[in-house]
């Protein structure tokens, strides 16, 4: 199948289980297609974890859950070595953090030292153990969530952590429509066990590969970098933006352009994203009200490239 046909098919299968939350699918598809993770912080009840398991649910590949709590361990995610006493020798037992999409259930909930297991995971595809590397599969996304407002029992994550999160995004409640739908349609069938795989493992890693191919002109390039050196200098900013993050705005901005049918990147494509891409890698300064605001006047600011933005 080609590539627009894919994604309107894996958004299809989303929204069948959240009604009315377009925009959020199309960030985790996004994220999914540009390589990166996804946080999901918002409120309990609001489809945060229905989220992760319908992208995982609508692609036919490998999906683990993990269920952070304090008594977690890192060996609970990257795997352990065990004796085989029958072969005399130690042998590697995977964790959980080897599939396709792995689902981090309340990420805050487990301690720092089981956090950092995730760090080297998720910025290089690969985990070291005993010494030993393994190589993680392709694709590979975690789709973590989080409760922003609850800090009893709770770990926030360090800032090394949040910047190897492409997206950071909210839920937000449903409008009087939907919930009136799901109340009525939810008595007794969960639509997630009814929701299929529409796309192979073979589908999204060649939408992935296609998504690389998305031109991206030099004033678009210069625009996400302008962006990111504003946030390094903003007076309201203790802490800017890292190159990641100029990277990683680049490489959703391509995705998102490729699943909005064009091979070509627009200005919009990067304002649409640095409100989820920029704000949760930020530290305001003390008294600089909250750092989305910074983020918008940063962009309001900030030139817009004139000209083409097409290949020639």
Known sequence: MDFETVAR???????????????????????????????????????????AKALGRSVDCSVRRI????????????????????????????GAVFANIVIGDEINRASPKTQAALLEAMEER???????????????????TQNPFEMEGTYALPEAQRDRFMARISMGYPDAAAEL??????????????????????????????????????????????????????????????????LQLVRAAKARAAVQGR?????????????????????PMRGAGSVEDVVARIVAETPVPAGTVQPS
Do not use: C, W
């Open 181 to 246: 739908a799901m109340v009525r349609g939810r008595d007794s069938d969960n639509p997630l066990d009814e929701l299929d795989a529409v796309a192979t493992i073979d589908d999204v890693q060649n939408m992935i590969a296609t998504a690389r191919t998305v031109y991206v002109s030099p004033a678009v390039e210069q625009y996400a970098v302008d962006l990111a050196q504003a946030t390094r200098v903003h007076p309201d900013l203790r802490l800017g933006a890292s190159p990641r993050a100029t």
């Open 126 to 144: 690969q985990v070291t153990v005993d010494g030993t590397t393994y190589t993680l599969a392709r694709p590979f996304t975690v789709v973590a």
């Open 263 to 283: 091979d070509f990147v627009l200005p919009d494509d990067v304002d649409v994203l640095v409100p989820v891409v920029l704000p949760h890698r930020l530290i």
């Open 67 to 94: 269920q952070f709590t304090p008594d977690l361990l890192p060996s609970d995610i990257t795997g352990v070595s065990v004796y085989n006493q029958v072969e005399r020798e130690f042998e590697f037992k995977p």
């Open 9 to 51: 098919a894996i958004l299809g299968n989303i929204e069948k289980v959240l009604a009315g939350k377009s925009e959020a699918a199309e960030a985790a598809l996004v994220v999914l297609l540009a390589e990166g993770h996804l946080l999901i912080e918002d409120v309990p009840g609001v489809g945060k974890t229905v989220l």
